[in-house]
């Protein structure tokens, strides 16, 4: 890093705060990632189950795809391969496993570009203007922290908390468990996501995958779900 990035790195990392905040406009807040079902079924009930839950999927499922997918965006766009990000996006948006996973994503990622666009606009959104599908949250968010120089180090595990912590605050609504506790279990997911992010970094388009079956499932009994306060 130059003594000119250097000095330009808190600027990116506020702005980058300001994108992962729960006040960024891109309707986070709405979608539950199946939690809402599994806490119904009684596999969630208390912290410990939140956190082993979570823990679960950022180790074998959607998140860590989601570590990787960040990652490859980060790296198109620094190692000058931004022609490439189409492509990645397109990819990414086909490991949605459910129709809810679908909408949680594109909704999330579209309100996502259009307040970027408005307030920190930048010519690598205009990658993603023509595509046939909703771009995935991960790719949009790696892309730009990469035109902002902020560090892959730094980039990725705070991407990863915003995710665990939204779903946090989800059970923390729904189980339901007290403020504390919701902060219990944020950090007790700091070491996962420190570890998926050391990993993914050196992951490949080819390691991608899922073993998490359960949180899909639960994303698919969600969709017939009676009473509801999430739409995932």
Known sequence: MT?????Q???ALLRLQSWLSPSFPNGAYSYSHGLEWAVEAGHITSRCSLVDWLEADLCYGSGRNEAIFFK????????GREAELPQLAELAAA????SEFVLESAQQSSACLATLRQVW?????DVFAHMHCAPVLAVVLGARSARERIPLCLALPAF???YVANLVMAG???IPLGQTDGQLAIAALEHPILALSAKAVSATIDELGSAG???ELASIAHETQYTRLFRS
């Open 160 to 162: 990863l908390h915003s």
């Open 9 to 11: 790195l808190p600027q």
């Open 3 to 7: 003594a000119e990035q250097f000095a």
């Open 213 to 215: 079956f359960m949180v």
């Open 121 to 125: 606009p930048d010519r690598i959104l």
């Open 172 to 174: 923390v609504r729904l």
């Open 95 to 98: 490991f949605r496993g459910t």
């Open 72 to 79: 490859d965006a980060y790296r198109s766009v620094s190692e």
